[in-house]
């Protein structure tokens, strides 16, 4: 089917590749290769059937989720990529700052230096928390950071407490990582601004789109022993979805 003079591409089927996690998605009703959709599902009444309130907020919500979801993809992709231990970095302020224009040139600061120290181009995600009095921290995850003291670090950094650990004991780094991201979703720090950002060049996800039962059937039994979550949401534009998770670093329980 054409529309505006392009062939539009249908699928049912997706596939997700971020590193290690393996996400399958297969939807009730067909969806168009380029079009945004709400793919985790729980939607209500539609957007055009709520107040002008409950539409902000819905928006919010769904900025907020699709965020969550693509920091976890990208560190996912990221963590096993640049030939390093990656390393789960905390940063905090002495200072009660609570504005994030200041707080992220500070961070920006921070980074430059740190590179100027290393002479090396970093790779990372940086999650902005605020606590319950409003104080903005920083989760960040270097992929290819080196070994570097805690004290050194801290002298750096030149804005407070640092805390720095190895990721080795995490199976899902990115919904590590996630569970710091704001669990208000009508945060108005936030509102109109980004609450993650990145470095340059880092691995993208892979994500494949299928009409194809027999394919994605083959992929699923190829996967079953690396299986960890399965659910079904109901979305307004999808009808049903089956969403299945796998882990292709879990042990296998087959002997």
């Not at 096993?80 to 940063?91: D, I, S, Y």
């Not at 920006?108 to 002479?119: D, G, I, T, V």
């Not at 270097?142 to 990721?167: E, H, T, V």
Request: net charge positive.
């Amino acid at each position: 089917m054409k529309r505006g003079g392009r062939l539009r591409k249908f699928y049912n089927k997706k596939i997700v590749w971020s590193g290690n996690i393996v996400e399958v998605y297969e939807y009730d009703n067909s969806l168009v290769c380029g079009e945004v959709r709400n793919e985790n599902g729980r939607a209500g009444m539609t957007v055009s059937d709520r107040s002008d309130s409950d539409r902000s907020k819905l928006y919010r919500n769904q900025v907020l989720t699709r965020a969550r979801r693509d920091v976890r993809r990208l560190i996912n992709a990221n963590i096993n990529a640049w030939g390093q231990v990656p390393k789960f970095l905390t940063l905090t302020f002495n200072k009660h700052i609570t504005e994030l224009e200041q707080a992220n040139y500070e961070f920006k600061k921070f980074r430059q230096r740190l590179e100027y120290e290393l002479k090396l181009k970093l790779k990372y995600v940086a999650v902005v928390e605020f606590t319950k009095k409003g104080r903005i921290h920083y989760h960040v995850v270097f992929f290819n950071l080196p070994y570097i003291q805690s004290n050194d670090l801290a002298s750096i950094w030149r804005n407070g407490f640092i805390k720095i650990n190895a990721i080795s004991h995490v199976d899902n780094v990115g919904a590590y990582v996630t569970k710091y991201m704001t669990k208000d979703n009508d945060d108005e720090r936030l509102k109109g601004k980004k609450s993650y950002f990145t470095s340059r060049g880092l691995k993208k996800p892979i994500e494949k789109y299928l009409n194809d039962e027999k394919e994605i059937a083959k992929v699923k039994d190829k996967l079953s022993h690396k299986k960890v979550y399965e659910n079904q949401f109901e979305n307004e534009y999808t009808g049903n979805i089956l969403y299945t998770q796998y882990n292709l670093f879990r042990k296998s329980n087959k002997r």
